[in-house]
């Protein structure tokens, strides 16, 4: 059974209320802007942003792993399977933000090592919880980008901090437009019936 709704983790946005869509739709919206955001200024000043490298990343993956808590506890009408599974890879992210916080001077490959895995963890995640409305292909798109990204990382975790910020810097950017349109289109036709 290769069918993901067979498992319990797809979010089927008919089977949830308009608020739980709404909700939903936030917090990719929320994902979605500050990794943008954070994208753009690595771009626009990977020089002035290479020291800061750590605490975007730790702070990137303590709120995406908060946004992922909280959707595992507070969105009732989506499967036991898919709000465990929330649940789970929000304490991994929060844990690997709080790490990327609290050692700052650490290597470069190790955080690149910490950034490969926390994305190929949010690349499964998308992949396996995508929804059955529109927005299923922003989030396939979201999870091939995100594990890609973190197996690229995983393979270079020595390359120089500039390598390390711009990829960062474009995947963050890719991913949170990716996150933007999957926002906008998740649910569409459950809350306009």
């Known amino acids: 059974m290769s069918d993901n709704t067979a498992l319990g983790f797809q979010i089927d946005p008919d089977r ?4 739980e869509v709404n909700g939903i739709r936030v917090a990719l919206g929320i994902s979605s802007v500050i990794a943008l955001v954070l994208g753009i200024l690595i771009l626009v000043w990977p020089d002035k942003t290479a020291g800061l490298l750590a605490v975007l990343f730790g702070l990137y993956f303590l709120i995406v792993g908060i946004v992922r808590l909280a959707k595992g506890i507070f969105s009732k009408g989506i499967s036991g399977g898919s709000r465990t599974l929330n649940i789970v890879l929000g304490l991994l992210l929060v844990i690997a933000g709080i790490f990327a916080l609290r050692n700052l001077e650490s290597t470069v490959a ?3 090592i910490i950034i490969g895995i926390a994305w190929i963890i949010e690349g499964v995640a998308a992949l396996v919880e995508s929804a059955t409305d529109g927005s299923r292909w922003p ?6 980008i995100s594990i890609i990204a973190g197996i690229v990382v ?6 120089t901090v500039v390598v390390l910020v711009w990829i960062g810097g474009i995947f963050l950017v890719v991913a949170g437009l990716v996150q933007l349109v999957q926002a906008f289109t998740f649910g569409r036709k459950s809350t306009a019936a």
């Open 16 to 19: 949830l209320s308009k608020s």
């Open 110 to 112: 190790l955080l690149g």
């Open 139 to 144: 989030g396939i798109l979201f999870g091939v």
């Open 154 to 159: 995983l393979f270079l975790p020595e390359a």
